[in-house]
């Protein structure tokens, strides 16, 4: 079975402070893809990143991190120096290339607030 | 860049109507679209996979015949809600997947509907 986990319900920190949204995916598929959105309060999903299971090398973008590890199944995300406009609620995703059509499976989201 | 429309982005309906969301690809074909239903504070749950010219494939627990889905171009999916109750009231987001492009994944801005 397929399965996105983000253990962290809700993380607040303070402005300029870094922080880690983790994310664990189960999957039997060889081939696969992870995904990170953000979705502000207005609803509509932010494209942020998308890392096929070929790739581990770990991305940076700005101040947004990933790191990608085969090995624990995980694939989390950092903002560096964080800014009141970061607050949101931020999604990792799973799709599997072979069978799917392309369809997400989303954990549950963090809920990140940055307090000025 | 490719962009899905959603049309519209708000509506209230009365209980025991029905109403309709629209889900466009603006420049590129879809073969396949998905839709999503996020209830507040929860994550995104698949409903039905929408494949042009043919039936959408629900997820379990999802009522067909409640959300019809209707795939009749290679650019429009529309989801209808019928007999709307209160408990539709949901937050509704379509994604498209390019055509040739596994998981190239578009989304749209998503329709927030309040059954009243």
């Known amino acids: 079975a397929q399965k996105v986990t983000q253990a962290q319900t809700e993380i607040s920190v303070v402005e300029k402070e870094d922080v880690t949204l983790d994310c664990v995916y189960e999957?039997?598929?060889?081939?696969?893809?992870l995904f990170w959105y953000k979705q502000p309060p207005s609803g509509e999903l932010v494209f942020l990143i998308r890392r096929n299971s070929f790739d581990e090398q770990n991305e940076i973008s700005g101040r947004y991190s990933w790191n990608f590890q085969k090995s624990t199944s995980s694939f989390n995300f950092t903002i560096t120096a964080s800014q009141v406009v970061d607050s949101a609620v931020y999604f990792c995703a799973l799709a599997n290339y072979g069978g799917s059509q392309g369809n997400l499976i989303f954990g549950k989201g963090t809920k990140l607030s940055v307090k000025p | 860049g490719a962009v899905v429309s959603q049309h519209p982005s708000w509506v209230i309906c009365k209980s025991g109507t029905s109403v309709k969301i629209e889900c466009r690809s603006l420049?590129?074909?879809?073969?396949?679209m998905f839709w999503y239903r996020q209830f507040p504070k929860q994550s995104l749950m698949l409903m039905a996979t929408s494949n042009e010219g043919s039936k959408a494939t629900y997820e379990q627990g999802v009522e067909k015949d409640k959300f019809l889905i209707n795939h009749a171009s290679l650019t429009l999916s529309t989801l209808t809600v019928t007999s709307a109750h209160p408990e539709d009231s949901s937050f509704y987001i379509c994604?498209?997947?390019?055509?040739?492009?596994?998981?190239?994944?578009?989304f749209g801005e998503g329709s927030w509907l309040t059954v009243v």
């Open positions: 420049d590129f074909q879809a073969t396949t």
């Open positions: 994604s498209a997947r390019l055509q040739g492009m596994l998981n190239t994944i578009y």
């Open positions: 999957t039997r598929d060889t081939t696969y893809y």
